[in-house]
Nanobody, 119 residues
Framework: QVELVESGGGTVQPGGSLRLSCSVS????????IGWFRQAPGKEREGVSC??????YYSDSVKGRFTISRDNRKKTVYLQMNDLRPDDTAVYHC??????????????WGQGTQVTVSS
């Protein structure tokens, strides 16, 4: 049973930063692709980033502002979000994928953490 727990969300002003964490249990992080997607009310789900061994992906909407990283020893994947904009407001989920790419579906995911960008 794969379990993923997100944390680190909150409310920030435009231009601010947050770092999200995705803690996994029950499996060795080294062998998995982990991605982040976000869901905002009235909008389609958007995959924003993923990481696998030797590869990362970012959607055009976050490229240059978000950075994904992983600490296999701590079984945690991080999403550093800088220069946040109101359009980044959403619930952010981390999940497992078969491969790190724009179209790879999410196989399982956590409950999510709310990110709100507002002045």
């Amino acid at each position: 049973q794969v379990e993923l727990v997100e944390s680190g969300g909150g409310t920030v002003q435009p231009g601010g930063s947050l770092r999200l964490s995705c803690s996994v249990s029950s499996f060795a992080l080294d062998y998995y692709t982990i991605g982040w997607f976000r869901q905002a009310p009235g909008k389609e789900r958007e995959g924003v980033s993923c990481i696998s061994t030797g590869k990362t992906y970012y959607s055009d909407s976050v490229k240059g502002r978000f950075t994904i990283s992983r600490d296999n020893r701590k079984k945690t994947v991080y999403l550093q979000m800088n220069d946040l904009r109101p359009d980044d407001t959403a619930v952010y989920h981390c999940g497992t994928q078969n491969m790190c790419s724009a179209d790879a579906p999410f196989l399982g995911w956590g409950q999510g953490t709310q990110v709100t960008v507002s002045s």
